[in-house]
């Protein structure tokens, strides 16, 4: 699976961004996707997850009630809408792919497979 991540950029803050992640290969036989944050100095952090069929998603405390994760089957394409931007949001996001979860889809150690990252910097 080859997952590619784009749409980042730089914002002001309580402005609008949407990430996608095109995947391309045997994508049938992951049903987990998910996105990671990682600034600067800091461990990759869990941002938002959703099964294949779309019918579980689950979204960080920090960002719940602004990021929503939804995906395109047809496209094979997996989204972060991310709304109301603050500084803290600054980081590289990336997308990842897991064939099954044996604790918890907010793990890094969950997925197999990652993108390649893209840059979302949010300016105060």
């Known amino acids: 699976v080859q997952l590619q991540a784009s749409g980042g950029g730089l914002v002001q803050a309580g402005g609008t961004l949407r990430l996608s992640c095109a995947a391309s290969g045997r994508t049938f036989s992951y049903n987990i996707w998910g996105w990671f944050r990682q600034a600067p100095g800091k461990e990759r952090e869990f941002v938002a997850a959703?099964?294949?069929?779309?019918?579980?998603?689950w979204r960080s405390d920090s960002v719940k009630g602004r990021f929503t994760i939804s995906r395109d089957n047809a496209k094979n394409t997996v989204y972060l809408h991310m709304n109301s931007l603050k500084p803290e949001d600054t980081a590289v996001y990336y997308c990842a792919a897991a064939s099954r979860i044996t604790n918890s889809p907010t793990h890094v150690s969950e997925y197999d497979y990652w993108g390649q990252g893209t840059q979302v910097t949010v300016s105060s």
């Open positions: 959703i099964t294949r069929t779309a019918v579980s998603t």
